[in-house]
């Protein structure tokens, strides 16, 4: 079972630099010719991430060199009747994205399309799925966290740890807080059905960032890494996850765990200095055509100690 993080930052803005620069490292670290999967997530909790993600980018002549080498691979997606390739519903999540994250050139895109017959592409995906992380060497994950039910992409309560991808019906939080944010809070317009990565397929990835901010979010967290695993919290089934898991937080989502497990259960972060560009700084030369020499062998024990993932910062604890 691999290690649970819990690092907080005094506003999910430090927070979200931080995920940038770790994703950007991790993908620098790779050996020529490896490849990545960066498992995307859409809502709120992202979007920042991908600004600061593309931010980096846009001054990365490394990265444009080598991003054939990874490919952004969406969680879920809903069912969206009556929609099509070229007419996409307001709330499509293959919109969203193309509006932030696919717009960093030259990487591959996977996605759930909304407008196929639900069944068969379930059975698509579910393949296309299975032959990516088959075929990647190295997969990050990023996700939320419901606010309520503790749900992770569209995996609700009752849904088996072992679960693939499937067909989901949506719940009347999820249907509500979508109708508040497209259709003027009409419910009736927002789609019933989604296809959706199952918990065992995120749980196959390699390093999982999970991104929670805000007083809301500040219960279930405390329920899903404290208490016992139970299919009634998806998100629990993250407990057991073999690889490493950040869990990114600001003071008002870290206050229950605080409040319950005690201040030592969290690893406060702040900036070592003032300087707003600290996040744009990697350990990836520009000059290098290859991050890793082929004959140096790669350690994932080293790429993860604590001092590569604290650059830049300095904790409370120390």
């Known amino acids: 079972m691999g290690e649970i993080n ?28 490896e490849t990545m999967i960066l498992g995307t997530a859409t809502g709120q909790s992202p979007v ?12 990365s002549d490394w990265w444009k060199r080598e991003s054939q080498y990874i490919t952004f691979r969406q969680l879920d997606n809903y069912v969206s009747p009556g929609s099509s390739k070229d007419n996409l519903p307001p709330y499509s999540y293959q919109r969203e994205l193309e509006e932030s994250i696919w717009q960093i050139p030259n990487a591959g895109t996977m996605i759930p399309k909304e407008y ?17 992380t088959q075929n990647a060497d190295y997969i990050v994950q ?23 991808v499937h067909i989901v019906k949506l719940n009347e939080e999820t249907r509500q807080s979508n109708a508040n944010k ?53 998100a629990s089934a993250l407990q057991n996850f073999e690889g490493d ?3 990114l937080l600001d003071p008002e989502s870290a206050s229950t765990i605080i409040q319950k497990e005690g201040e030592e259960s969290i690893i406060e972060i702040e900036m070592v200095d003032d300087d707003e560009e600290w996040w744009l700084y990697t350990d990836i030369d520009d000059d290098e055509e290859n991050f890793y020499d082929d004959d140096e062998e790669y350690d994932d024990e080293d790429f ?15």
Not at 116 to 132: F, Q
Request: with cysteine.
């Open 6 to 33: 819990f690092l907080m930052f005094p506003n999910k803005e430090q927070a979200s630099k931080y995920a940038a620069n770790k994703i950007y490292n991790v993908f620098g670290e790779l050996k020529s010719d």
């Open 48 to 59: 920042l991430l991908y600004q600061y993600l593309k931010e980096l980018v846009d001054e």
């Open 116 to 132: 196929e017959d639900p069944s068969k592409e379930c059975a698509r995906y579910a393949e296309e799925v299975n032959l990516s």
């Open 142 to 164: 990023i996700l939320g966290i419901g606010d309520n039910d503790g749900h992770i992409a569209f995996n609700m309560p009752g849904d088996a740890f072992d679960s693939t």
């Open 182 to 234: 497209f259709f003027n809070g009409d419910i009736a317009k927002v789609p019933k059905e989604a296809i959706t990565m199952g918990v065992g397929d995120i749980c196959k990835s390699d390093f999982i960032i999970l991104l929670a901010f805000g007083k809301k979010k500040a219960d279930i967290l405390w329920k899903a890494f404290f208490q016992p695993p139970t299919t009634d919290v998806p």
């Open 245 to 247: 898991l950040f869990v």
């Open 304 to 318: 993860f100690d604590d001092d590569d993932y604290f650059d830049g910062y300095e904790s409370d604890d120390e």
